[in-house]
């Protein structure tokens, strides 16, 4: 009787290791998609004073929406990425390329015209980079939530994960690849 109840115990902490290693690897790939997403936040932030230097030359009357850009991004880069900070970036950014249909010299920048393609690429990966954080939380969630780890998850301290999602004030403008005109 005595083997018998010690190898359900052996059996149980087998279990429960192994429930608790596939959380820790699952939670990790949570971790990795947050830390994509703000790699990509900051490379966004460190385009944006090429891009302003580049307008400058070209659209001196333009100093309000120079320094809402550069307000913007400054804001949106003190402390760790939000949403909004990040969407009145967005919206800041796009009167800044819009300038390139006012100023003909600017739109045929070399400079001006890849700073826009490489934002553009930023952007895309920041979209693709969401996509990925989503599918890994929904691993992590389901992983978490599934039979038997349900019945150990909460005790070793694995908490639900939350999705990527944008509030208001970026739906329809942040996962939007700038409009490249040439």
């Known amino acids: 009787m ?6 359900l115990l052996l059996l ?3 279990v429960v290791i192994g429930i608790y290693n596939r959380l820790v690897g699952l939670r990790q790939t949570v971790s990795q998609g947050v830390a994509d997403i703000d790699a990509g936040l900051r490379q966004r932030h460190d385009l944006i004073p090429n891009l302003v230097n580049t307008v400058k030359g070209y659209a001196v009357h333009e100093q309000d929406t120079l320094d809402a850009v550069i ?12 949403s909004a900070s990040e969407g ?5 950014l796009d009167k800044l390329l ?3 249909e006012a100023y003909p010299d600017l739109k045929a920048s070399a400079n001006f015209q890849q700073l826009q393609v490489e934002l553009g ?13 989503n599918a890994a939380v929904s691993r992590y ?24 999602r944008l509030d208001d004030s970026e739906k329809g403008v942040v996962d939007q690849v700038p409009q490249i005109k040439f």
Request: charged share 15%.
């Open 2 to 7: 005595g083997w018998i109840v010690a190898g």
């Open 12 to 14: 149980l902490a087998v």
């Open 71 to 82: 307000s913007a991004r400054n804001a949106a880069a003190q402390g760790s990425p939000n």
């Open 121 to 133: 690429d930023v952007e895309d990966k920041l979209a693709a980079a969401r996509r990925a954080l």
């Open 141 to 164: 969630n389901t992983g978490r939530e599934s039979f038997p780890a349900v019945l150990f998850a909460g005790m070793l301290g694995f908490q639900p994960a939350d999705f990527n």
């Open 98 to 100: 819009a300038l390139g």
């Open 88 to 92: 009145q970036l967005r919206v800041a």
